[in-house]
């Protein structure tokens, strides 16, 4: 009965790697999230969807591509990492931009 | 929402006290004010919200009240617990379909056994 979830829950990978974070929501909601939350705890926005539209892209560099292949998927996707990239990114989603629901994180290390 | 700090950074209480976290905006038009508590290790998960067309909301031990003149929504903790132990957000945004809210930068609430 998990709402929002993601996978993998640890990634660690050297510099210049592509890798890809997946996250689904059960939820019905048509809006989904990705934030990155850096070492000192802040949570920033990269994107929104609302169903399977780019709403929010919050000045992330081009390396870093969203897929929506449906309305209950938000899938990550990010080209050449950098040692920067390292973060917890979590996947969020939400009914018309109301409660978001946090999916469990993702702990991205670039080595 | 474009911009909302949250005050102090850091708290500090004895088990039993009560604790009062403060967050402001600045964007008048937001109606939606969300406070989200992260544990270690853990997802942010909704504790309470409060929307522009009420002044206080009170859910058990929690509480959050919201000024929209000043521009300031507080968290209201009574009868602390070690388990209040966490990281909180305050959030705010504006309902809607390409909408999106604005987090502050969290507290470490702290509450002494």
């Known amino acids: 009965d998990t709402a929002v979830s993601q996978t993998p829950k640890y990634l660690v990978t050297q510099m210049g790697n592509d890798k890809s974070i997946k996250c689904e929501q059960n939820l019905g909601h048509d809006t989904m999230y990705w934030y990155k939350q850096d070492s000192k705890k802040f949570l920033k926005i990269m994107f929104s969807?609302?169903?399977?539209?780019?709403?929010i892209n919050e000045t992330v560099p081009n390396r870093f591509s969203p897929k929506s292949p449906d309305k209950a998927h938000l899938n990550l996707h990010i080209n050449s990492l950098e040692l920067g990239d390292s973060a917890v990114y979590f996947c969020?989603?939400?009914?018309?931009?109301?409660?978001?629901?946090f999916g469990p994180g993702t702990r991205l290390t670039v080595l | 929402g474009e911009n909302v700090e949250q005050h102090p950074s850091t708290l500090s209480v004895q088990e039993g006290d009560s604790a009062v976290i403060k967050c402001t905006y600045s964007?008048?038009?937001?109606?939606?004010f969300p406070w989200y508590k992260q544990e270690l290790g853990k997802r942010p998960q909704l504790i309470i919200d409060?929307?522009?067309?009420?002044g206080e909301k009170k859910d058990q031990r929690i509480a959050v009240t919201l000024n929209k003149t000043a521009k300031h929504f507080s968290l209201h903790i009574t009868e602390t617990q070690p388990e209040d132990s966490a990281v909180y957000f305050c959030?705010?945004?504006?309902?809607?379909?390409?909408?999106?809210?604005?987090f502050g930068k969290g507290i470490t609430l702290s509450v002494r056994p």
């Open positions: 959030a705010e945004g504006i309902t809607g379909a390409n909408s999106k809210l604005t």
């Open positions: 969807y609302n169903n399977k539209e780019l709403i």
């Open positions: 964007d008048s038009a937001s109606n939606y």
């Open positions: 409060i929307r522009s067309n009420v």
């Open positions: 969020a989603s939400s009914l018309q931009a109301d409660t978001q629901y």
